[in-house]
């Protein structure tokens, strides 16, 4: 279907469809690193914004004339229904993340770490007994971080047979979700269903929510759980969200969805591609193990940092090569100019971490993997050039969560094993949804020796 649709536009589309078949190869290097660039889709334009005061004029200063794309809405409605993240804006998104944030804000900083160690430490005890040590890393952490997000938020988690199909499932879907195919159907309903049903993604969607509503949203409205044990439901409760009957449960359904999947896929894809960094590099990763574990006295590579920076070091670089949400599509809602380019109401307007957190005139070396360039001392990057959890209005209500929750996996993970590179694994990020990589992860785990 994307080879269909770009066999018939000019030459700059065929260029945006290998940027998003591709993005990994496509995302440094000219021509994407102008400052902006009008390319002509089918039936609108399409603005790919780097230039920083076009991207704090979309995502801050007039960011409510950049609602999210509707593109984001069809491409997530199999799996979100009518949930806050493909929603385009306005007052009841506010509210709704307000249920979030409130939720979010009474699981204290010391249970999300408490859980996620718990948690940690079971799968290690499975992941150090695998086969000769091989584990499929990402999709693992897939199943890491919704078990863990699923305690904290639902006290609840899948069992181990429902955790792996839903990632296995969700992987399926991430691989044939093309917001390009959809960007390219234009405005026409009819057009629009077809692309959706050709992507073979609502199936997929429905059987995601069959489990999510059977092992959290059944429970609940049935009374067989009380609503205290799920602190995210029951602050949709308090909020006079629940309504009874079928719609309520929908709604609920949805809200649950994106907490879901917002909460696990961004830590689970983050936390891939740091691993098979520090298993490409035994030197980096032996250091870092000795420096979490307080074991180096001020010496070696990470020198007198603590292992807290240590840490959130390894999370920033990470996030700052493979941001999970590598591209924020907003639509213009009224005409406007940037840099002297008059860009239409209507126009999708690309905002792209990917780009702006390697781009040349904005990081020094921006291709290399070095985590020390966020400790102490080091200059702090312009607050449009590292955005990983977004800006503004729609920026993410996770973000402590997440930080706390990877620092614990990181911890745990170097306390317990070394990580080693299988021959033959070379993932790209997949691009579509998120960054995660497009084909499993294979990493040898064996125990660390603490000599
Ligand atoms: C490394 C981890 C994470 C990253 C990089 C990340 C990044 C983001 C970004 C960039 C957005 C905004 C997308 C946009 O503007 O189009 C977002 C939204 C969201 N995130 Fe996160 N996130 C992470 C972890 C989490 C966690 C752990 C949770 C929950 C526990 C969470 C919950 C949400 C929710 C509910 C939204 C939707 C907000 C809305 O629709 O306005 N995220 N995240």
Not at 11 to 28: K, N, V
Not at 424 to 440: A, C, F, H, Q, V
């Amino acid at each position: 279907m994307l080879s269909w649709s770009l066999g018939r536009v000019p030459f700059a589309t065929r260029l945006a469809g290998r940027i998003f078949s591709d993005p990994m190869r496509y995302a440094t290097g000219k021509p994407l690193e102008r400052w902006l660039m009008l390319i002509d889709l089918a039936s609108r334009k399409l603005v790919f914004a780097n230039d920083p005061k076009v991207v704090e004029t979309v995502m801050l200063d007039r960011a409510g004339q950049f609602p999210k794309s509707a593109v984001v809405h069809d491409l997530l409605k199999p799996l979100i229904g009518g949930g806050v993240f493909g929603q385009p804006g306005g007052a009841s998104v506010k509210e709704t993340r307000r249920i979030f944030s409130r939720s979010l804000a009474t699981i204290p900083d010391e249970e999300v770490r408490r859980v996620t160690e718990a948690i940690t430490a079971d799968y290690l005890d499975r992941w150090l007994a695998a086969p000769g040590g091989q584990v499929a890393i990402s999709e693992e952490l897939s199943r890491l971080t919704v078990d863990i997000v699923s305690h904290c938020t639902l006290g609840d988690r899948f069992d181990a047979d429902q955790s792996l199909r839903f990632t296995r499932l969700f992987f399926a879907f991430h691989r044939k979700a093309a917001p390009l195919v959809l960007m390219l159907a234009g405005q026409d309903e009819r057009a629009r269903a077809r692309v959706m049903r050709d992507m073979g993604i609502e199936e997929i969607g429905g059987e995601m929510r069959a489990l999510m509503r059977e092992r959290f949203v059944t429970p609940l409205i049935n009374g067989d759980r009380p609503l205290e044990t799920a602190p995210f439901a029951l602050a949709l409760a308090e909020a006079g969200r629940l309504e009874p009957g079928l719609a309520g449960e929908e709604a609920l359904l949805d809200e649950i969805a994106v907490m879901l999947l917002a909460g696990h896929e961004t830590t689970a894809s983050t936390l891939s591609w740091l691993s098979y960094e520090l298993a490409g590099r035994p030197e980096l990763q032996d250091a870092t193990a000795a420096a979490l574990a307080g074991r180096t006295e001020g010496e070696g590579f990470w020198g007198a940092a603590d292992p807290d920076s240590i840490a959130d070091a390894l999370a920033r670089e990470a996030l700052r090569i493979y941001p999970p949400i590598g591209f924020f599509l907003r639509e213009a809602q009224e005409d406007i100019v940037f840099r002297t380019k008059p860009v239409p109401a209507g126009s999708f307007v690309l905002v792209a971490p990917w780009t702006l957190h390697r781009h040349q005139k904005l990081w020094w070396r921006p291709d290399d993997f070095s985590p020390r360039r966020w400790l102490e001392g080091g200059p702090a990057p312009a607050r449009t050039s590292y955005m990983p959890f977004g800006m503004g209005a729609r920026g993410c209500p996770g973000a402590r969560f997440a930080d706390i929750e990877m620092a614990a996996i990181l911890r745990g993970l170097l306390a317990r094993a070394r990580l080693t590179l299988v021959p033959g694994t070379r993932p790209k990020p997949l691009g579509n949804l998120t960054s995660r990589p497009d084909k499993e992860i294979m990493l040898r785990l064996s125990e660390r020796s603490r000599t």
